[in-house]
């Protein structure tokens, strides 16, 4: 059951499941969450995907990313998944959702519904090396720099959502 995605509509209408892989190997739409955890200095905790992932491995990230499991609520998700990957546990806060398709390495495609979720922690991760082989905290004008240098070394999603979601950010103020 891990191993599924919930595969939905463009309404983020449940439509069926399907085994991880097979529905990015098939580009099918299901959901997602994606959290973006800062500090009280303003810098975003980002995490370097281990290496031997399905696909995006070794590249950084927003703090961490997955998908529901069947019959589990998105918020709950978030939070499971921060402990999992990132040994973390703090107050999530959505903020909003986005539709997006995108080509990935190995052949993949990342079809998603992904649901943003923002936080505030000033603690270091007990990461799971499994699933993340680094991390660091990284101020807003040095992560946007080193994207502009360096966008090979950031996940696609990342790179799609991180401007959206700082300028969300400084709308809610």
């Known amino acids: 059951m891990k191993d599924e995605v919930i595969l939905v509509n463009e309404q983020d209408e449940q439509i069926g499941l399907m085994p991880k892989l097979e529905a990015h190997e098939k580009g099918l739409l299901h959901r997602a969450f994606s959290v973006f955890l800062f500090n009280t200095q303003g810098q975003l905790l980002l995490q370097q995907r281990a290496f031997g992932k399905y696909h995006s491995e070794g590249l950084w990230s927003n703090t961490c990313c997955s998908h529901p499991m069947p019959e589990e609520e998105i918020h709950s998700a978030a939070h499971r998944r921060l402990m999992e990957e990132m040994g973390l546990k703090t107050e999530l806060h959505f903020l909003y959702s986005f539709l997006y398709k995108a080509s990935l390495d190995k052949g993949l495609t990342e079809h998603e519904i992904d649901h943003i979720f923002v936080g505030t922690t000033d603690e270091s991760p007990n990461i799971n090396t499994d699933e993340v082989a680094a991390w660091k905290y990284i101020s807003i004008d040095e992560l946007l720099t080193d994207i502009e240098l360096h966008p090979e070394l950031y996940t696609i999603w990342f790179k799609m959502e991180v ?11």
């Open 163 to 173: 401007k959206n979601v700082l300028d969300k950010i400084k709308q809610s103020i």
